[in-house]
C-alpha cells in the first residue's frame, strides 16, 4: 500500500485553484461528427474514431471514411514489421490508400477465442486487453501473456504499463520486472511524455490529479472543479474541469486555464504534437495553443531565422516545393507534416541541405515535441 499517494489525493481536492490568465488558443480544425470515441494522428493523417467507424483527415478535410460500426477507443503501435507504426483500433488495423481507408483485422497471434476489446501502444511498447487477460510486447513482437490481469482503463508509456482497477491503480516497469500498487479509488491513469526516456504517471478521479514529478513522487495538482476527462499530449496535459478546458506543461506546477468556450464540451482527446481536441456532442474542435492570426513572436524568434537559411531556397510562396512555409501560420497549418517529415523520419530538408541539432531543436520545441 502506498499511503503517501492516498494523502496527496485526499489534500488535492481541498486546495482551490488558482489560475493563471486564460490562454488563447487557435482553433486549428472544426468539424461535425458522430459520438466520437478516439482520435490519432500519423504521418501527417488524422484518424477519428466513432460509433460508427472511422474518417480520415487530412490538411482539416475528411479524405477517407469506413463504417465498420462501434470503434474501440484507438491508439498507435510500433508495427510488428518494424517498420513505422500502425494505427490500431482493438484489434482493428486502419490504413489509407488514396481516397480510401482500409480497415483489416490483426491479430498478433493472440487466441482467436478472446474478445480482445483495446490495443494501446508508446514507442515499442504495446499492450492488449481482453475481459481476461493482457498481452504486453515490449519490442513490436513478442507478446507475454498474463491470464487473469484486467483493468478498467489502461495507460501505456516507453516501457510502463498503469492498470486502473476497481480500488486501485498498478504500475508496471516492463524493463525493471516491478509493479507498484496505489489505492486510489476509482480512477483514470494516462502518461505525460508517454514515449519518451522519462514517463510520468497521471492519475484523476473527479475530484483530485496526481502527477509523477521528475522526482518519481506524486504531486497534487489544484483543479478548478471537478474533472469530466484529463488527456495527454506529447509533455502536455490538458483538463476539462467546471466547463474550463486548461492545461499543465511539463514542469509547471499549476494547471493554466484557457479561453475556450467548453460549456457543453463533453471529452478532450490528445494530439502528439501537444494540440488538444475538444468534443462537445457531435462537434469536434481541435485547438493549438497561440494566437489566432496575430503575430506570433514566438514564430518569429525561433523559426523564422531557421526558415530562412535552411528551407526558404524551396518553400518560399512560389518556390519549387509547392508547398509555402513562409508564414506562422503555414507553419501551424503543416504543423504535423512538419513534425513527421523534419522530425520523425528527417526526409526534409531533403539530402544535400543541412539542417543543424539546433535549428532542428527549434523546430521541435515550436511543434510541442520537446
Ligand atoms: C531543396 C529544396 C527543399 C528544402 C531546402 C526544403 N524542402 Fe521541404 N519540400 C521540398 C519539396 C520538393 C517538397 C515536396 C515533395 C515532398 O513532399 O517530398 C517538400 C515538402 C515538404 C513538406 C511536406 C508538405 C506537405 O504538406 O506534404 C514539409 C513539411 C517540408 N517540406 C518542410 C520543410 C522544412 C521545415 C524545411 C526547412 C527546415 C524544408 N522543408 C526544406 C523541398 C525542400
Known amino acids: 500500500m502506498n499511503r503517501r499517494l492516498l494523502l496527496v489525493l485526499a489534500l488535492a481536492g481541498c486546495h482551490p485553484a488558482a489560475p493563471l490568465a486564460p490562454q488563447a488558443l487557435t482553433t486549428v480544425t472544426t468539424l461535425d461528427t458522430r459520438r466520437v470515441v478516439g482520435v490519432v494522428e500519423l504521418d501527417g493523417n488524422t484518424y477519428i474514431f466513432d460509433d460508427g467507424g472511422v474518417s480520415v483527415l487530412r490538411a482539416g478535410a475528411v479524405v477517407a471514411r469506413d463504417d465498420f460500426g462501434p470503434a474501440a477507443p484507438p491508439s498507435t503501435i510500433a508495427a510488428p514489421t518494424g517498420d513505422g507504426r500502425w494505427v490500431m483500433s482493438a484489434l482493428r488495423r486502419v490504413t489509407t490508400e488514396g481516397d480510401s481507408a482500409l480497415v483489416e483485422p490483426e491479430r498478433f497471434g493472440l487466441a482467436p477465442d478472446a474478445t480482445w476489446s483495446g490495443v494501446y501502444g508508446a514507442g515499442e511498447t504495446t499492450v492488449a486487453t481482453s475481459a481476461h487477460a493482457l498481452a504486453v510486447a515490449t519490442d513490436g513482437h513478442h507478446v507475454a501473456l498474463y491470464p487473469h490481469v484486467t483493468a478498467t482503463e489502461v495507460a501505456v508509456a516507453r516501457g510502463r504499463v498503469a492498470l486502473a482497477g476497481v480500488d486501485h491503480v498498478d504500475v508496471w516497469d516492463l524493463a525493471a520486472g516491478t509493479s507498484r500498487a496505489y489505492p486510489t479509488g476509482p480512477a483514470h491513469v494516462a502518461f505525460v511524455d508517454a514515449d519518451s526516456a522519462h514517463p510520468r504517471l497521471a492519475v484523476w478521479t473527479p475530484t483530485r490529479l496526481v502527477l509523477e514529478g521528475a522526482d518519481g513522487a506524486l504531486h497534487p495538482v489544484a483543479v478548478p472543479g471537478p474533472i469530466a476527462s484529463a488527456v495527454t499530449s506529447g509533455a502536455r496535459l490538458w483538463v476539462l474541469a467546471a466547463g474550463h478546458v486548461a492545461y499543465l506543461d511539463r514542469d509547471a506546477h499549476a494547471l493554466r486555464q484557457t479561453a475556450v468556450d467548453a460549456a457543453r464540451a463533453e471529452r478532450l482527446f490528445g494530439s502528439p504534437v501537444g494540440d488538444v481536441w475538444v468534443a462537445s456532442g457531435g462537434h469536434l474542435a481541435r485547438y493549438a495553443l497561440g494566437v489566432p492570426g496575430g503575430p506570433d513572436p514566438t514564430w518569429v524568434a525561433q523559426i523564422a531565422p531557421v526558415f530562412a537559411r535552411v528551407c526558404a531556397k524551396c518553400h518560399l510562396p512560389d518556390g519549387s516545393a509547392g508547398v509555402d512555409l513562409s508564414t506562422a501560420a503555414a507553419w501551424r497549418t503543416e504543423r504535423l507534416a512538419i513534425d513527421q517529415r523534419v ?28
Open 343 to 370: 522530425l520523425l523520419d528527417r526526409s526534409m530538408p531533403p539530402a544535400g541541405t543541412d539542417l543543424s541539432d539546433g535549428d532542428r531543436a527549434a523546430i521541435a520545441a515550436w511543434v510541442g515535441r520537446k
